[in-house]
């Protein structure tokens, strides 16, 4: 199984500047004249004893003025603490070019390709994901550390198995703070008093993380710790109408699609976010409104096929105890005292804004519209997305390639690190996992052709596929009642010929000679071994297939354009191709 690690980055103004009114609101970006969390972040990442994956690193900026720069900083911090694993930037650039492509080839919406907020941004994270290859993907934040050396084993020990007769479709691990506890490391301060978040969520995770077994049913999950496979996130995307909690209405509209998330109390990360710029009824307010959302979702669901209704009480004790008829009195309550303590220490304007708080609970934090139609709308377009991108996954694989910072791999077969090289060069293979590359090398033989030298002749058995690394081939006819010989087609790097050999029932011989117009470097693969390493990669070979058929049906172009410049000048293409 593929595994792509996905990490967002978040950057903000210069320390100076600071947030602006208009500025996306993080938790904490990094300020653009600061490194940050990400530095220490690669650093840990080479600690893992299981390299065998791809890291794909999801940038996101507060405001559009700084994006160049982001990149900028963001590339040279990827390039300073470079480790073995093949590495990509996927930015706001990455995306724009992503959907001009989707604009130009076809009618689909594209609300859900953004950049700005944390769902869009994890939405980003699954799509660049699936783009790397990835059959599980997982989602890491930079603010964390890797304290176990078998972390990337276990991420997949249980993904896309079942467990008591279930599907594991996510998994989610959970934060430790520096001592090593699960709990939040936060003051428990009078004001939370009617607002005991903290309070509900340790005892949560003392009944999911704390105790046996291993895996179980969580009603919560942490957005820089999730493992999700390719059967969920292809069609579950995060909902882009929410402020922040995305990670766990992910988790609830997973359940509502018949997915299950499990939690591993054995996976497990160090999180040690910076302080948060923001004040705390700014956060408080970022709340209200997500849980005012969650609450609509659920009492605005309906009866739909292959869909699960869920209720508040799942998601006992948290979140569903603020997904309940008491959330506005909880509200009231809670921001009544906040405000009284923003008062006592003579902070004016945030007793003004808490207190706003209670107006906006009222009369705009819930929404006006019906939250699981909308939803249903956006999972739609979801799929869509990702249904054009596998029957397009090649030419999008060719703009997802401009992003990569580091390509190395580890090279486990007994062949020249040159021969491998040149595989992963080549669109066909680039989303191919390590493993499966390796097989593949393994079954590759390649050669290597001068000017005018014939690779095939007519008559020759059609029993293998040719792949062209570097140079041009011409597809000759060379009847010898022609008076010369017929140019039919020419092929250059990443085309192919010899397809005949797989699609055929038994092999046949060529009707044409394959010629080198120029020195010409080929990878030959065997009609038998290429079956087998198909048997074994199905995942796989539909998209080397669906390549193959996009590429035949380019060379059936050319060839009907030939036969039409033909029949112009009066000769039956029949007499040409006829053996």
């Known amino acids: 199984m593929k595994k792509v690690m996905v990490v967002p980055t978040y950057w903000g103004r210069d320390s100076e500047t600071g947030w602006q009114l208009g500025d996306d609101i993080y ?41 160049k720069e982001a990149y900028q900083k963001v590339k040279s911090i990827l390039e300073k603490y470079s480790n073995a694993v093949p590495t990509y930037l996927f930015s706001a650039r990455s995306l724009t070019k992503i959907k001009k492509y989707y604009n130009d080839n076809s009618n689909l919406f594209l609300k859900l390709f953004s950049l700005r907020g944390y769902s869009n941004i994890r939405n980003m994270c699954l799509f660049g994901g699936y783009l790397a290859g990835g059959e599980a993907v997982i989602l890491i934040d930079d603010d964390e550390l890797f304290k176990d050396p078998n972390f990337m084993e276990k991420t997949t020990e249980f993904i896309g198995g079942r467990f008591y007769g279930k599907t594991v479709d996510g998994i989610a691990g959970y934060y430790i703070n520096e001592d090593g506890e699960y709990y939040d490391d936060v003051n428990i301060e009078p004001w939370m008093t009617y607002w005991n978040r903290f309070g509900s969520k340790s005892k949560a995770f003392d009944k999911i993380i704390g105790s046996s077994p291993r895996l179980k049913t969580t009603p919560f999950a942490f957005g820089g710790l999730m493992v999700i496979h390719e059967n969920l996130f292809k069609i579950v995307p995060f909902d882009p109408n929410l402020t922040r909690g995305e990670d766990i209405d992910y988790l609830i509209n997973a359940r509502m699609f018949g997915y299950n998330f499990f939690l591993d109390n054995e996976l497990s990360i160090l999180h040690l976010p910076p302080e948060k710029p923001h004040p705390v009824w700014q956060r408080f307010r970022q709340d209200m409104y997500r849980f005012y959302y969650e609450k609509k979702k659920i009492i605005t669901q309906y009866e ?52 706003k708080n209670i107006y906006l609970s009222k009369y705009s934090a819930e929404p006006d519209f019906n939250v699981f139609e909308k939803y249903l709308e956006l999972q739609e377009e979801w799929e869509n997305i990702l249904e054009f991108a596998e029957e397009n996954y090649m030419e999008l694989q060719e703009i997802f390639q401009d992003t990569v910072i580091k390509r190395e791999k580890k090279v486990k077969v007994s062949r020249d690190k040159k021969e491998y090289d040149s595989i992963t060069d080549l669109p066909i293979f680039r989303a191919l996992s390590e493993p499966e590359l390796n097989e593949l090398l393994s079954i590759c033989n390649f050669k290597k052709y001068g000017v005018r030298d014939k690779i095939l002749v007519k008559g020759d058995m059609d029993d293998a596929l040719y792949i062209i690394q570097k140079g041009e081939v011409e597809i000759i006819n060379n009847k010898e009642s022609e008076s010369k010989d017929i140019k039919l087609a020419e092929l250059e790097k990443g085309d192919f010929f010899g397809l005949t050999s797989l699609i055929a029932s038994k092999s046949s011989n060529y009707l044409v000679d394959v010629v080198a117009k120029e020195p010409v470097e080929l990878v030959k693969i065997n009609r038998e071994d290429i079956f087998a390493f198909f048997r074994d990669n199905h995942r796989t070979s539909v998209k080397i297939l669906l390549f193959f058929m996009k590429k035949l049906n380019e060379q059936l172009e050319d060839l009907t354009e030939m036969y039409t410049d033909i029949q112009l000048q009066g000769r039956d293409i029949s007499q040409i191709m006829n053996d």
């Open 304 to 355: 739909k096929s292959n869909m699960e209704e869920v209720s508040a009480q799942d998601f006992d004790p948290y979140p569903g105890e603020f997904m309940k008829d008491d959330l506005e009195d909880k509200i009231f309550k809670a921001n009544i005292m906040l405000a009284l303590d923003y008062l006592s220490e003579d902070e004016i304007e945030n007793t003004k804004a808490t207190l």
């Open 27 to 67: 938790d904490h970006p990094t300020p653009i004249d600061k490194e940050g969390t990400l530095p220490r972040f690669l650093k840990s990442v080479g600690k893992l004893n299981h390299q065998e994956f791809e890291l794909v690193i999801i940038l996101a900026t507060t405001t559009s003025e700084i994006e």
